[in-house]
């Protein structure tokens, strides 16, 4: 039954297809943006009320509900709808930013805003050619005042929202241990090393569920693995590499989920199975990294089979609450990292039928699958493997992926 959200829908909207894509928003799209409950969604409680009476941010909305139905049911009218309001979005984004000259504490948190939805719109459609990460780019000068502003407690939750917005995007882009400059520069952000901080917030696990302490490691997995390709050239590994490497497995295997977290029974247990999930994931990204090889070995296999293992029955077991457990929508980064590095048919038949049968029906999750049959089919080299076998095909295909 759809969701009834009692904010009026203003007589401007006169429009029969905007009105049918604001209650497409309302009732479906923003309810697979965000890992939170629906009456607790961000997407709801702090974007829609200022699309309903900001254009930019309107057109910013329609377009992602727009993108969504397209996916959904394959209809070209949806198609051209999201072109039209992305295009319309993005002209008038850039012709009030050539004017913008001294611009307020709130008009960058409102181009703060149109600059993450444009990057969110990108990365769920599935579009492959890194065009979430211009937009992330583009949006950083915008979080930095926003955290800095002083009108920031007037504005806590929706800051805090777009902060962890723009976090989870920029760590999980980061499936290949790319030299793409953009994505280098959003990765060292110092942003990244102190999520923490977010815990006050309303909005605090609006992307990250609990785990806010595993995602937060990502960007020095990162760093590992641009270390160990410089020390494969020289075929070396200093003693220095091997401390972090240790220290961030130690850090991964020791992380629990936080036990201050006051949550109902049921929503605590898929918070848990989810961050579990990205505990493995980063188990296997991170001895991924250290090897930094495009190649299964017999002895990278034996360290990551057991946490490939793990994998599986926790993802039936959060699968199995409900038709759409909202912490679903960030479960496509540990499926692309566990798919890369799948050697067996019936563990590859598996993931491709659980991405099939994903509930998040948008243009994302059909890349991160055609991504992998790409891996898995590649006629040259059936041995590519892991995050550096993926850059090799991306490559390959000219495909800039970008996760979300």
Known sequence: MPLQWNIPISSAFTDSWSRILLENYIGRTAGVLAARKIMENPYLTCVLPRALSDELILHCVLALSASHRAHEEDALDFKSLSSRHYVLALRQLRRELSKAVGVNAEEELRFLLATNLLATLEAIGGNTHGAALYHLHASQPFLSAALTAAFKSAHRELISFLVESHAYMTLVANITFSSDGILQDLLTDPLLSSLEQLRSEGTYGVMFGCAHGLFQLIPSIYTLAKTRMQEREHGVVSSDTLAQYSYIEQQIRCWRVPSDLQVEDEWFEQ????????????????????????????????????????????????????SYPPVATIMLWPAIILGSCLRRSEDRRLLRNILMDFP???????????????????????????????????????INFCMA
């Open 360 to 398: 998040l029906r948008m243009g994302i999750v059909k890349q991160a699958a055609s991504l992998l049959d790409l891996l898995w089919n590649d006629a040259a080299d059936d041995t590519l493997f892991g995050p550096v076998g993926l850059h090799i095909v991306m490559v390959k295909n000219g």
């Open 271 to 322: 918070l848990s199975t989810s961050a579990e999930i990205y505990r493995h994931a980063l188990l296997i990204f991170m001895h991924t990294a250290f090897e930094c090889s495009p190649t299964a070995t017999e002895e990278i296999m034996r360290k990551l089979q057991p946490e490939i293992d793990a994998v599986f029955p926790l993802a039936q077991r959060l699968f199995s609450y409900e």
